[in-house]
C-alpha cells in the first residue's frame, strides 16, 4: 500500500506541473502550525521544540493510530498527501520548462531571477536575498533542487511520511527564525541528502573524476550544502561550467541539458532505491 500510494503521488505531481494543489493545502496547514507555535513568545531551544518537536510528535502518533487502525484508502491518503507537500516536482518541472525559454529568448538574466524568486521563496528573505547575491548560478540551480525536491524525497524513503512533516517543519521554522538567532536545524537536516545527492552525481557522472570531491563533500562536516553540491558536480560533468559563463547560447543551452540531465539519471537512481527499500520491507 505503501509503494501504491507514492506512486499515486509521484504520478500526481508530474502531471500539475501547472499546479500542486493537494501539497500546497497541506504544506499550508503546517506552515500555519508552525506561525501559531513561534507566536507563544518562546527563543531558541523552546521555540524549536514548539514549533518543530512537538507538531512533529503529534503528527507521528495521529499516522501510527492511522496506520494500525485503517491503512488502506485512509493511510494512502496520508501518504499521498505528505509527499506532494514535501516534493515539489511540479515547481521544478516549471522552472525547468521556464529558464530553458528564456535562454532561447537569449534573456539570460530573466532565467537568473527566476531561479533566484524559486529559491527565496524556499529560504528566509534576508537569507535568500543573500544567497541571490553570492552564489552562482549552478549554485542557486543545485540548492534548490536539494531544498524543494530531493531533500523530502530522501526523508520520505527513510521515515515514510514522518520524515517529510519533519522536513516542512524545519524549512517554516527556518522561515520565521530571528537574523541575530541562525537557524542549525534545516542545515543539520539538508547535510545528509545534498551528500547522499552528490555521491549520485558520482554514480551517473564521471566516476573517476568525482570520487575527489565526494570525499571532500563527506569528510568536511563544515562545507555548505550548496559548496558540495557544486563542487562534485562539476568535477562529474565538467560542462556545468558554462551554466555561469554566460557566453554563447549554445553553450549555456549545453550546459543547462547536462545540469537536467545529471539530476534526472539521479532520479532514476533512488526511484531504485525506493522500490528496493519498499520490497524488503
Same mark, same amino acid.
Given at each position: 500500500?505503501?509503494?501504491?500510494?507514492?506512486?499515486?503521488?509521484?504520478?500526481?505531481?508530474?502531471?500539475?506541473?501547472?499546479?500542486?494543489?493537494?501539497?500546497?493545502?497541506?504544506?499550508?496547514?503546517?506552515?500555519?502550525?508552525?506561525? !501559531?507555535?513561534?507566536?507563544?513568545?518562546?527563543?531558541?531551544?523552546?521555540?524549536?521544540?514548539?514549533?518543530?518537536?512537538?507538531?512533529?510528535?503529534?503528527?507521528?502518533?495521529?499516522?501510527?493510530?492511522?496506520?494500525?487502525?485503517?491503512?488502506?484508502?485512509?493511510?494512502?491518503?496520508?501518504? #499521498?498527501? /505528505?509527499?506532494?507537500?514535501?516534493?515539489? !516536482?511540479? &515547481?521544478?518541472?516549471?522552472?525547468?520548462?521556464?529558464?530553458?525559454?528564456?535562454?532561447?529568448?537569449?534573456?539570460? /538574466?530573466?532565467?537568473?531571477?527566476?531561479?533566484?524568486?524559486?529559491?527565496?521563496?524556499?529560504?528566509?528573505?534576508?537569507?535568500?536575498?543573500?544567497?541571490?547575491?553570492?552564489?552562482?548560478?549552478?549554485?542557486?540551480? &543545485?540548492?534548490?533542487?536539494?531544498?524543494?525536491?530531493?531533500?523530502?524525497?530522501?526523508?520520505?524513503?527513510?521515515? +515514510?511520511?514522518? +520524515?517529510?512533516?519533519?522536513?516542512?517543519?524545519?524549512?517554516?521554522?527556518?522561515?520565521?527564525?530571528?537574523?541575530?538567532?541562525?537557524?542549525? #536545524? &534545516?542545515?543539520?537536516?539538508?547535510?545528509?541528502?545534498?551528500?547522499?545527492?552528490?555521491?549520485?552525481?558520482?554514480?551517473?557522472?564521471?566516476?573517476?573524476? +568525482?570520487?575527489?570531491?565526494?570525499?571532500?563533500?563527506?569528510?568536511?562536516?563544515?562545507?555548505?550544502?550548496?559548496?558540495?553540491? /557544486?563542487?562534485?558536480?562539476?568535477?562529474?560533468?565538467?560542462?556545468?561550467?558554462? &551554466?555561469?559563463?554566460?557566453?554563447?547560447?549554445?553553450?549555456?543551452?549545453?550546459?543547462?541539458?547536462?545540469?537536467?540531465?545529471?539530476?534526472?539519471?539521479?532520479?532514476?537512481?533512488?526511484?531504485?532505491?525506493?522500490?528496493?527499500?519498499?520490497?524488503?520491507?
Amino acid at each position: 500500500m505503501l509503494y501504491l500510494a507514492s506512486l499515486a503521488a509521484a504520478a500526481f505531481l508530474i502531471y500539475s506541473a501547472e499546479r500542486n494543489p493537494v501539497g500546497l493545502w497541506v504544506a499550508d496547514r503546517i506552515d500555519d502550525t508552525v506561525a !501559531f507555535a513561534t507566536g507563544f513568545g518562546f527563543s531558541g531551544p523552546a521555540q524549536m521544540v514548539s514549533a518543530v518537536v512537538v507538531p512533529l510528535l503529534v503528527f507521528s502518533l495521529l499516522y501510527a493510530w492511522v496506520d494500525s487502525w485503517a491503512f488502506g484508502l485512509v493511510g494512502a491518503t496520508v501518504v #499521498v498527501a /505528505t509527499v506532494c507537500a514535501g516534493v515539489r !516536482f511540479d &515547481l521544478a518541472r516549471r522552472i525547468i520548462d521556464d529558464i530553458q525559454i528564456d535562454w532561447l529568448r537569449g534573456d539570460v /538574466t530573466a532565467a537568473e531571477i527566476r531561479l533566484e524568486k524559486a529559491l527565496e521563496s524556499w529560504l528566509p528573505a534576508a537569507e535568500g536575498e543573500s544567497l541571490a547575491r553570492r552564489l552562482s548560478f549552478l549554485e542557486k540551480a &543545485l540548492l534548490l533542487a536539494v531544498v524543494c525536491v530531493f531533500s523530502g524525497a530522501f526523508y520520505f524513503i527513510l521515515l +515514510g511520511p514522518v +520524515g517529510v512533516a519533519l522536513y516542512l517543519l524545519a524549512v517554516f521554522y527556518h522561515q520565521r527564525c530571528e537574523r541575530n538567532e541562525p537557524n542549525g #536545524v &534545516l542545515a543539520a537536516l539538508l547535510w545528509l541528502p545534498s551528500r547522499a545527492l552528490a555521491t549520485t552525481f558520482l554514480l551517473v557522472g564521471d566516476f573517476s573524476a +568525482g570520487a575527489k570531491a565526494v570525499g571532500n563533500a563527506w569528510m568536511d562536516h563544515r562545507m555548505p550544502v550548496h559548496t558540495a553540491l /557544486t563542487n562534485t558536480a562539476l568535477a562529474c560533468s565538467p560542462n556545468l561550467a558554462d &551554466l555561469d559563463s554566460f557566453g554563447e547560447k549554445a553553450k549555456l543551452l549545453t550546459g543547462f541539458s547536462a545540469l537536467t540531465d545529471l539530476l534526472r539519471r539521479s532520479a532514476v537512481v533512488w526511484l531504485v532505491v525506493f522500490s528496493l527499500w519498499v520490497l524488503l520491507l
